[in-house]
């Protein structure tokens, strides 16, 4: 980066783009989420939203036959997928653009799936469902991460950091009631595991957080930057069994 001082962003970029995923999730969890899915075949479209470097785009690739599009505002991202889905040789079926994930400009009814790990909560759970609902089949399928609160209990230093991070986290109850307000039937639900986080996320990204803080040695505004990501190390390893990751998947309801 030639950028001397390079922005937040920009740095959020730089520690995510050579990581497998840009947030907690696995394989077995993405697999897991599909299974409730059905109906699917060689022309089911698929639209992954928030598909970063789409480490889960190509477990599905791997897992059903139809044709993915993914969808990331970073263009440095969408490079690295379109990369790994010719390593793959998924080309013909797996095609990732730069867009964003709030203005989509498809095809009303396109999707027989639209699939988002961890990117929804940046625009909203409500937001992002409604926006997104006129872009799917009639039952068609919507399967998303987001970052939850397990119990009643939300302890103020671990609601703080996530509200000045710019997340409003809610309750899974709550976030079914909102995921049938905008119309859909519940198909499931679960929580992602803890390993999702420690090995499949914190761990790599320690050591891009290492090589970054290597290359700007003695940046203020760096050294402030990886406080802030280990001090969200901190708070999981604390608040664990208040909060995570949910997979909450629905189908549309036919109109």
Known sequence: MKNEQPSIIDLIVETHVG????G???PEMTIKALSFLDNLDKVSRVIDLGCGTGGQTMILAQN???NITGVDQFSDFIDIFNDNAKKLNFQERVNGIVCSIEN???QKEEFDIIW???AIDNIGFEKGLSHWNGFLKNNGYVAVTCPSWF????PAELEKFWTDAGSILDTIGNNISIMQKTGYNIVATFTLPDKCWTDKYFAPRDVAINAIYEKYAGNKTIEAYIKN???EVELYSKYKQHYG?????GKKIQR
Do not use: H, K, V
């Not at 990581?19 to 840009?22: A, G, I, K, P, V």
């Not at 119990?151 to 939300?154: A, G, H, N, S, V």
């Not at 990751?245 to 998947?249: H, K, R």
């Open 19 to 22: 990581l497998e995923r840009q």
């Open 24 to 26: 907690p999730g696995s």
């Open 64 to 66: 059903i036959t139809g």
């Open 104 to 106: 989509l400009s498809f």
């Open 116 to 118: 988002s790990e961890g």
């Open 151 to 154: 119990t009643d209990e939300r």
């Open 229 to 231: 990501m280990e001090y």
């Open 245 to 249: 990751y949910a997979f909450y998947i």
